[in-house]
C-alpha cells in the first residue's frame, strides 16, 4: 500500500441504510464489508490483515483509510470463515467473520478497551461480543506473567487441575452466550474447538514449558498416568484447521508421539523426517493429515532435506490433498532438485567489503564454504571465532571461505563495520535486499546462519553442512577437499 501523507478528501459512506444495501452483494461475491468509526485518531490507516494461507502463514492485508468524519470502510473476499485482525495505532482487535458477513466497529482511539462497540447481525455482533468477552476473562490466565508462573510453579497434578478447571470455565462461558443467541455451525465448532484443543495442547507443551521456565537443564519428567488427558482428545475430529489451537495441538501432539518412537529423534537427527511422516499418517487422515504432512516438507525444505523425501513427496502429489497445498509443495521440491548435492551451485555476482564487485564464478578450482549471516543474528555472531579457527585450520589450501551478508542495504555501514571490528577473516559480501535478495533466493535461505559447501567443480557437495562451531566440520572441509583432489 502507498504511504499517505494527508488526509483525503473522498468521504466514505458506506454506512447505516448504504451499508446494509451492500450485503445481498457482499453475499453474492463471498465477500465481507469491515466499516467502522473511531475517534481522537491520530492516524490515517486502519490495518485489516487474515491469513489467507495457514500453511504457509501467508497473511493478506486490506488496509482502510480514515476520511474526514473518522470513518472508514472496505470490501474484500475471505477464503473460509476467518479471524481478522484489525489494527489502528497501538490498538487491535479480532473479529470472527464468514464470507457473507458485514460488521461496523466503533472506538476512541484514546480508549478502545472501554468504548469499543461491535455492531452487525445479531450473530455477527454476539460471535465477536463473545470473543471480545471471553479474552477479557481469560486473558490473566491463558496469556502473560500468569501463564508463566503456572507453567513455572505448578507440578504435573497441580497443573493437570488447573487445566481442567480453566476448561469448565470456558465452556461455561461458552454455554452462558449459546443461551441468548444462536451461533453459526462453523463458529460453534471453532469456539469449541479453541477450548478444547488449548487444553489439550496446554499439558502436551508444560513438561517442555516446566522446564524452560524454571531454567532446568535437563527435561522434566511426569508420571505416565499424566497423559491419560489424551484419551479423552479427538484428535482425529476433522475440524476446520481455522483454529490456531487445533493447528498447535497437532504440532504438539506428533512430536510427543515421536518422542515415543523406539529410536526418539529431533530435528537435528537424521531420520526425523522420515519418523515424523510415519507418526502424522498413523494417527491423522482427511485435511489434518494432509496439512501436517505439507508442513513437515516445507520444513524439510528449510533445512534442505526435502529431496530426501522423493518417495513421500510423490505419493502426496498423487493424493486428494488440496490443490494449494500440493502446488507448494511440488513447486518446493522443484527447487529442492536444484539445491541437492552433486548440481551446479548457483552463480552470483556481489559487492565485496570494499565496494567492488565479486562472482562466485571466479572461484572455480577450489571448495567453498558459504556462510549466509547478518549482524543482528545471534547464533550467527556465536559462530564468528570459530569461523576463524576453522579458516585458519586450512591456511594454505585450496579452500575459500565467503560469509555473505543479509544485513538490510541501509544498515550497510554497520556490517562494515562490524565485520572490521571482530576482525573476521574470509571474504565478505554484501546480498541487497536481504532475504528477497536474488541469491537468498537462489540458494533457499530462509533462516540465518546457512550455510552451503561447494567442491573444486562448483557442485554442491553438501546443502547442509556442519557450522564451524559443530564437531567434525573440518573433517568434512577435508573430505571434499580429497574427494575433488581425486
Known amino acids: 500500500m502507498k504511504t499517505i501523507t494527508k488526509k483525503p478528501t473522498i468521504r466514505y459512506l458506506l454506512m447505516g441504510f448504504f451499508l446494509l444495501a451492500m450485503i445481498p452483494k457482499a453475499f453474492s461475491q463471498g465477500e465481507v464489508i469491515v466499516a467502522g468509526t473511531i475517534k481522537h485518531s491520530d492516524f490515517f490507516l486502519v490495518n485489516i490483515t487474515f491469513f489467507k494461507d495457514y500453511l504457509q502463514q501467508e497473511e493478506e492485508f486490506v488496509g482502510g483509510i480514515l476520511d474526514e468524519s473518522e470513518s472508514f470502510s472496505t470490501q474484500f473476499k475471505i477464503p473460509r470463515p476467518s479471524l481478522i485482525r484489525l489494527e489502528h495505532g497501538n490498538n487491535k482487535i479480532e473479529l470472527y467473520l464468514e464470507p457473507g458477513d458485514s460488521i461496523h466497529v466503533s472506538f476512541d482511539n484514546w480508549n478502545m478497551k472501554n468504548t469499543l462497540i461491535v455492531s452487525g447481525t445479531k450473530r455477527v455482533k454476539q460471535q465477536n461480543r463473545y470473543l471480545h468477552d471471553l479474552k477479557k476473562e481469560m486473558y490473566p490466565y491463558l496469556y502473560g506473567n500468569n501463564a508463566i508462573h503456572f507453567f513455572r510453579d505448578l507440578n504435573e497434578k497441580e497443573y493437570n487441575i488447573h487445566a481442567d478447571e480453566l476448561k469448565k470455565r470456558q465452556e461455561q462461558f461458552l454455554k452462558s452466550y449459546q443461551k441468548e443467541t444462536s451461533f453459526s455451525a462453523s463458529f460453534l465448532n471453532y469456539a469449541k474447538c479453541e477450548i478444547e484443543y488449548t487444553w489439550a495442547a496446554s499439558l502436551l507443551n508444560y513438561p517442555a514449558y516446566h522446564q524452560f521456565f524454571n531454567n532446568e537443564e535437563t527435561p522434566t519428567i511426569v508420571s505416565d498416568k499424566y497423559y491419560r488427558f489424551l484419551k479423552k482428545v479427538n484428535y482425529l475430529n476433522l475440524y476446520d484447521l481455522n483454529s490456531s489451537a487445533y493447528r498447535d495441538f497437532l504440532d504438539a501432539f506428533i512430536n510427543y508421539e515421536l518422542e515415543l518412537m523406539p529410536n526418539p529423534s529431533n530435528v537435528l537427527h537424521r531420520y526425523f523426517y522420515k519418523n515424523r511422516i510415519e507418526v502424522i499418517r498413523k494417527y491423522l487422515k482427511g485435511d489434518a493429515l494432509n496439512y501436517m504432512l505439507a508442513q513437515t516438507f516445507i520444513s524439510a525444505y528449510q533445512r534442505g532435506e526435502l529431496y530426501d523425501l522423493a518417495r513421500d513427496v510423490e505419493l502426496f502429489l498423487l493424493s486428494d490433498a488440496l490443490e494449494t497445498y500440493k502446488d507448494t509443495v511440488d513447486e518446493l521440491y522443484k527447487i529442492a532438485s536444484t539445491l541437492r548435492p552433486g548440481q551446479p551451485a548457483p552463480?552470483?555476482?556481489?559487492?565485496?567489503?570494499?565496494?567492488?564487485?565479486?562472482?562466485?564464478?571466479?572461484?572455480?578450482?577450489?571448495?567453498?564454504?558459504?556462510?549466509?549471516?547478518?549482524?543482528?543474528?545471534?547464533?550467527?555472531?556465536?559462530?564468528?571465532?570459530?569461523?576463524?579457527?576453522?579458516?585458519?585450520?586450512?591456511?594454505?589450501?585450496?579452500?575459500?571461505?565467503?560469509?555473505?551478508?543479509?544485513?538490510?542495504?541501509?544498515?550497510?555501514?554497520?556490517?562494515?563495520?562490524?565485520?572490521?571490528?571482530?576482525?573476521?577473516?574470509?571474504?565478505?559480501?554484501?546480498?541487497?535486499?536481504?532475504?528477497?535478495?536474488?541469491?537468498?533466493?537462489?540458494?533457499?535461505?530462509?533462516?540465518?546462519?546457512?550455510?552451503?559447501?561447494?567442491?573444486?567443480?562448483?557442485?554442491?557437495?553438501?546443502?547442509?553442512?556442519?557450522?564451524?562451531?559443530?564437531?567434525?566440520?573440518?573433517?568434512?572441509?577435508?573430505?571434499?577437499?580429497?574427494?575433488?583432489?581425486?
Not at 543479509?406 to 532475504?435: P, S, T, Y
Not at 553442512?465 to 572441509?477: C, N, R, W, Y
Open 347 to 486: 552463480n552470483f555476482v556481489l559487492e565485496t567489503l570494499e565496494g567492488d564487485f565479486m562472482s562466485f564464478d571466479d572461484l572455480k578450482g577450489k571448495v567453498v564454504y558459504i556462510g549466509f549471516w547478518a549482524t543482528w543474528c545471534g547464533p550467527c555472531k556465536k559462530e564468528i571465532d570459530h569461523s576463524r579457527t576453522l579458516k585458519e585450520q586450512f591456511n594454505g589450501q585450496d579452500v575459500v571461505f565467503i560469509y555473505i551478508s543479509l544485513d538490510d542495504e541501509e544498515d550497510k555501514d554497520i556490517w562494515q563495520w562490524f565485520v572490521r571490528q571482530n576482525k573476521m577473516e574470509g571474504i565478505h559480501l554484501m546480498a541487497k535486499g536481504g532475504f528477497d535478495s536474488e541469491v537468498a533466493k537462489a540458494y533457499n535461505v530462509t533462516g540465518v546462519p546457512t550455510y552451503y559447501l561447494i567442491d573444486k567443480n562448483g557442485k554442491i557437495a553438501s546443502n547442509t553442512p556442519k557450522l564451524p562451531s559443530q564437531p567434525g566440520v573440518g573433517q568434512e572441509i577435508q573430505a571434499v577437499i580429497n574427494f575433488s583432489s581425486d
